[in-house]
Nanobody
Framework: VQLQASGGGLVQPGDSLRLSCTTS????????VGWFRQAPGKEREGVSC???????TYADSVKGRFTISRDIAKDTVYLEMNNLRPEDTAVYHC??????????????????????RGKGTQVTVSS
């Protein structure tokens, strides 16, 4: 099982970024995939998750600004981030867990503890 996040960068407040999580070694359609982030000196924070049924969940801090989606044919999960704020600055990681053919997302606070986690991508929001 492998996951690789990409698409981070340095942007200004109010800008947008789309992160990608490229996966391999498991069937994306049967898995829950989540994003979590970690800022310097802070604990890991769950951001968003999409379950095997396509249902998505979000942290309150990103609701209405971030959108998670997936392309099963490309084995990729996306995190579209709009109206970025300085407090969104962090390393963003994707993670997954799966059980048989149905995998629901864990609670947002537990995303960083999903079974498999990949290396992250840095997002910096600064003027």
């Amino acid at each position: 099982v492998q996951l690789q996040a990409s698409g981070g960068g340095l942007v200004q407040p109010g800008d947008s970024l789309r992160l990608s999580c490229t996966t391999s070694g498991f069937a994306l359609g049967f898995a829950a995939v989540g994003w979590f982030r970690q800022a310097p000196g802070k604990e890991r924070e769950g951001v968003s998750c999409i379950g095997s049924n396509g249902k998505s969940t979000y942290a309150d801090s990103v609701k209405g600004r971030f959108t998670i989606s997936r392309d099963i044919a490309k084995d990729t999960v996306y995190l579209e981030m709009n109206n970025l704020r300085p407090e969104d600055t962090a390393v963003y990681h994707c993670a997954t867990e799966f059980k048989s053919h149905v995998s629901n997302c864990p609670a947002i606070t537990l995303l960083a503890g999903m079974d498999y986690r990949g290396k992250g991508t840095q997002v910096t929001v600064s003027s």
